[in-house]
Every structure is written in structure tokens, then in C-alpha cells.
């Protein structure tokens, strides 16, 4: 049987999407009803970046499934400089039965997945973050059941999280109104397809340069850093053209009254947001929590017992 990867939100269909979204409700109900499952498998995560939540979560959902875990940290492996991608992939595949990695180059994590003899799942790349998207969009129907009545607006860097945003709300039928500044925006090529997998779902894709104008009327706020990891040496430059995107309490009286506060973590008060962040609408908790279900969802489909 053909190995199944989750590289990009773009190769999962709406009916995939939700069926993720179905196994992680139960999932989150009963935690352990899957506790034998992937009895004798082993997940390697190979990461080229430190991590919180997606080395946490991947280790404990695995846990639970009844499955090991191989966390191999970027001084061990090196890959890409100590040693080829294509190797690590042809030679860690030999020994495990799905590998995580979390990669700066999109690249990478193509050719893992173009290598390896197992499934292989983006943890994060410069492109992508899937499982951010897909625990994001379970998290805002936690809330909302209604899908095609939610308008989410981003407001910050046009980045990896902001893409894989792109094409799950797409596909879920959820609007985006979304603010960057000149010059950040998202991957042109994945804003066009977004918008039209969201056009024959009845949602709108819009882009601008203005932040109020994105945030006005809407039921979901997201921010992400405005200085990603690899990117610190732009940090002077990027604070001075970040400046008026801060999501802060004069922005969201824009919103609708009670909209909710989205942010992948980890979050950085004063910059992208202020203390709204920690305020009874905010639910960036929830999403750090639905990494967990979520990804146990994927994993038991990816590895084929979902």
C-alpha cells in the first residue's frame, strides 16, 4: 500500500479535513480509548529547530496511542550539513514507522518525505505548518459549529502559519480577511488557490495593507510573531514595519463585540500583541491543548488506523 504524507494542507480534501476533525472530538473525549493501538511502532521526530508544543504534544499523543517516540535534536542528526537529507531519511525509515520533522527549508521536509520508506509528517517548515492550521481551524468549531459564518482575520506576517490558515479555511468554507504589510504577505500562488476553493464554498479570501479594515466586523482575530526563527537579523527592520499591525484592545473594538483571540505561540507582549492576549476571549490555550488531540488524529490516519 502506498505511504500517505502530510506535507501541505493542499493534498487533504474538505471530507478528509473534517474526518480529522471528527476523530479528534472523540479523541479529546477519551484520551486513552486508542492506548494499545501502536503497540511496537516508533515515531522519530527529526527536528532542525528547537520546539515546545510540537515536540510536547507529538510525544505524549503518541504515548497514548501506545506507541515510542525518537526525538532526535538537531546536534545529533545535523541533517543537511553532517549529513544529506536523502540519507537520514533512507536510513532512519529503515528503523521507525512515521517520522515528524520540523525543518527551516520547505525543501526538506519535500525530500523526507520523497526518501523516506514511512510516512512522513511537516511539523513545521518556512512554507507550512499543517497541524497548526488543523488544530486551529478544531478549535475555532469548538466554538463556532457553523463554519460558513466565521470570518477570521490575520493580522502580521504572511508566514507558514499564515498559508496552511489559507487553504484549511478554504476548505472549511471559513472567510479570511487578512492584513500584512507591504511586502509580507502570504505565498501568492497559495492565496489564488485559497481563494478559489473558498469561492466555491461561498467564502471570501481579501488581502490588504490596513488592519482595521481586515479586523472590522470580524469573529476571530490571529496573530503570529513577527520575527520568525531564522529570521532574528531582520528584527530591527521588521519591528519598525510591523508597527501599526500590533493586536492590541483599540484594534479589536473593531471586531465583533466578544471576538475571539488566536495565537499559535509562542507569543511575544508588546510586539504582534498586548495583555489582550491574556483576556477572556483569548483561547490560545485551547489551540496549544488541540495540538495534542489533533495530532493524534492525524497520526492514527496517516499511519493507517484511523
Excluded at 101 to 107: L, M, T
Excluded at 262 to 267: D, E, I, K, Y
Aim: charged share 30%; proline share 3%; hydrophobic share 40%.
Amino acid at each position: 500500500m502506498k505511504k500517505r504524507d502530510l506535507i501541505t494542507l493542499e493534498a487533504l480534501s474538505s471530507r478528509e479535513i473534517f474526518s480529522i476533525m471528527k476523530l479528534a472530538r472523540k479523541l479529546k473525549k477519551a484520551p486513552l480509548s486508542r492506548k494499545k493501538v501502536f503497540r511496537d511502532k516508533t515515531l522519530a521526530l527529526l527536528f532542525q529547530k528547537p520546539s515546545n508544543r510540537t515536540r510536547i504534544s507529538f510525544e505524549v499523543a503518541m504515548v497514548h496511542l501506545g506507541g515510542h517516540v525518537l526525538y532526535l535534536n538537531p546536534q545529533e542528526i545535523a541533517m543537511g550539513t553532517r549529513e544529506p537529507v536523502k540519507d537520514v531519511a533512507c536510513v532512519v525509515s529503515r528503523y521507525v514507522d512515521g517520522i515528524v520533522g520540523r525543518v527551516f527549508s520547505h525543501q526538506d521536509i519535500v525530500s523526507l518525505a520523497r526518501y523516506s520508506d514511512v510516512p512522513v509528517i511537516n511539523g513545521l517548515s518556512d512554507l507550512a505548518h499543517p497541524c497548526q492550521a488543523l488544530s486551529d481551524i478544531f478549535t475555532i468549531r469548538e466554538r463556532i459549529r457553523r463554519l460558513r459564518k466565521v470570518t477570521l482575520a490575520y493580522v502580521g506576517d504572511g508566514n507558514n502559519v499564515l498559508n496552511s490558515l489559507l487553504m484549511v479555511c478554504a476548505k472549511t468554507g471559513v472567510s479570511m480577511k487578512i492584513a500584512t504589510p507591504e511586502g509580507y504577505g502570504p505565498s501568492r500562488e497559495i492565496f489564488d488557490e485559497a481563494s478559489k476553493i473558498a469561492k466555491s464554498k461561498r467564502a471570501v479570501m481579501e488581502m490588504s495593507t490596513d488592519p482595521y479594515e481586515a479586523v472590522r466586523g470580524s469573529d476571530i482575530v490571529y496573530t503570529d510573531v513577527w520575527v520568525s526563527m531564522g529570521r532574528e537579523e531582520e528584527r530591527d527592520k521588521r519591528l519598525r514595519d510591523f508597527e501599526r499591525f500590533q493586536v492590541n484592545e483599540r484594534l479589536m473594538k473593531a471586531a465583533k463585540k466578544n471576538a475571539l483571540i488566536m495565537h499559535c505561540l509562542p507569543a511575544h507582549r508588546g510586539e504582534e500583541i498586548t495583555d489582550v492576549i491574556d483576556g477572556k476571549n483569548s483561547i490560545v490555550y485551547d489551540q496549544a491543548e488541540n495540538r495534542m488531540h489533533v495530532q493524534k488524529a492525524i497520526l492514527l490516519k496517516i499511519l493507517g488506523r484511523g
